[in-house]
C-alpha cells in the first residue's frame, strides 16, 4: 500500500491518521510543493493521496502556483476510484477541484469544537461507528460550498460542510481530526503568537480544555483514521521475474 502525503506547510504532522497508516503497513512518500513545487507526477504510483492543511488558501495560485496542479491530482485520483483525503485546506482544495466556491474568512473556528453527523453521515463508513456529536480539534477561517454531486457528512454550528464524499472514497473533513493531543501541544508552542491572537487567554486555558477534550478527540481521529486507511484499494504490483539457471 503506497500512499501519497502532500503537505502544504511546516509542522503539520500526520499524528492520528499516521498511526492508522502505520498499523496497516502502508508505504508514505512525502511531497513539499509550498518549497519545491513537485507533486506526484500521475496516479499510477500511489494507491492513495493524502492532502493535509496550511496557512495559505485555496485559490492562492499567485503565491503558490503548484495549486491548480494539485486540485487537478486530487480529482484524478477520485476519478480514478483511488482513496484521497484532504484535511482543512486539503478539503478545500477538493472542493475547488470539482467546482465549489471556496469562501474566505467566512468564521473562525479554533480549539476543540462539537461536530454533528449528517442524516448520510450515519451511514458513511468513514464515521458511521462515531457518536452523533463528536468533538475534535478545528483551525480555520475559510470554507467552501458543497460541491456538486458530493455528500455531505458532517456539519458543526458555524460550518456546514465539515466533512464530505466524492464518489467511492474521497473525502474531505474541514476538521483536523488527525490533530491528537502531541501534535496540539506542538503547535500551541510553535504557533504561540498567531494563537493568542485569534483566541485571546487559550494558552491560559489549555490546561483545562485538554483535560476536558484531548482524550475524546484522540479517540475518534484514530477511528477516522482507521476507517478511511480501509478504503484503500492497494494495487498489486508485479515484480520482475528471476530466470532460472
Not at 513545487?37 to 496557512?55: C, S, T, Y
Not at 480529482?75 to 474566505?104: M, S
Request: some cysteine.
Amino acid at each position: 500500500m503506497r500512499v501519497a502525503v502532500i503537505e502544504n506547510m511546516k509542522s503539520t504532522p500526520l499524528g492520528s491518521l499516521g498511526l492508522a497508516l502505520a498499523e496497516a503497513k502502508a508505504e508514505i512518500e512525502h511531497f513539499y510543493p509550498w518549497i519545491d513545487g513537485k507533486l506526484p507526477a500521475g496516479i499510477a504510483d500511489h494507491d492513495a493521496l493524502v492532502v493535509l492543511g496550511g496557512e495559505q488558501n485555496a485559490i492562492d495560485d499567485a503565491n503558490y502556483p503548484y495549486l491548480p496542479g494539485l486540485a487537478q491530482l486530487m480529482r484524478d485520483f477520485a476519478e480514478a476510484d483511488k482513496a484521497v483525503l484532504g484535511i482543512c485546506l486539503g478539503a478545500q482544495i477538493l472542493a475547488r477541484a470539482y467546482g465549489a466556491e471556496n469562501q474566505l474568512n467566512a468564521g473562525l473556528e479554533f480549539g476543540w469544537h462539537s461536530v454533528s453527523k449528517s442524516e448520510d453521515g450515519h451511514a458513511d463508513p468513514l464515521l458511521s461507528d462515531l457518536e452523533a456529536d463528536f468533538t475534535t480539534f478545528q483551525w480555520h477561517s475559510d470554507t467552501f460550498t458543497l460541491p456538486q454531486g458530493a455528500t455531505r457528512l458532517a456539519v458543526s454550528e458555524l460550518t456546514q460542510n465539515q466533512a464530505f464524499r466524492i464518489g467511492h472514497a474521497a473525502y474531505g473533513t474541514q476538521f483536523h481530526f488527525e490533530a491528537s493531543a502531541s501534535v496540539i501541544d506542538s503547535w500551541k508552542g510553535e504557533f504561540a503568537e498567531s494563537i493568542e491572537q485569534m483566541e485571546p487567554g487559550w494558552h491560559e486555558r489549555y490546561a483545562a480544555l485538554a483535560s476536558a477534550h484531548a482524550a475524546a478527540s484522540d479517540a475518534t481521529g484514530l477511528a477516522i483514521g482507521r476507517n478511511w486507511v480501509r478504503m484503500i484499494r492497494a494495487e498489486v504490483r508485479s515484480q520482475p521475474m528471476v530466470a532460472g539457471v
